[in-house]
């Protein structure tokens, strides 16, 4: 069984940068497209970022300010953010967009103004 472990989250003002990891267990290769989600309280899970190969796609909100990346040879993907507001703060997660497994425990983030 796959398994997705997201890290790098925490607690950042208003402008400041992270970077999350997400580890797939096993090897990456099988999924070609990988993407990151984020769920805010009491919004629906939204995804924010996908990649596959080098090619990526960004939600408007986001745009601009947040860059996916992969390494194949780590089994990881990405989610460098920067000039982060108070309306990223969210839960995010990564899954294959198009063969989803099952969901990691995901990683805060918590942008204060």
């Known amino acids: 069984q796959v398994q997705l472990v997201e890290s790098g989250g925490g607690l950042v003002q208003a402008g400041g940068s992270l970077r999350l990891s997400c580890v797939v267990s096993?090897?990456?290769?099988?999924?070609?497209?990988m993407g990151w989600y984020r769920q805010a309280p009491g919004k629906q899970r939204e995804l924010v970022a996908s990649?596959?190969?080098?090619?990526?796609t960004y939600a408007d909100s986001v745009k601009g300010r947040f860059t996916i990346s992969r390494d194949n040879a780590k089994n990881t993907v990405y989610l460098q953010m920067n000039s982060l507001n108070p309306e990223d703060t969210a839960v995010y997660y990564c899954n294959s967009i198009n063969q989803p497994q099952a969901w990691g425990q995901g990683t805060q983030v918590t942008v204060s103004s």
């Open positions: 990649i596959i190969i080098s090619s990526t």
């Open positions: 096993g090897s990456i290769l099988r999924f070609n497209r």
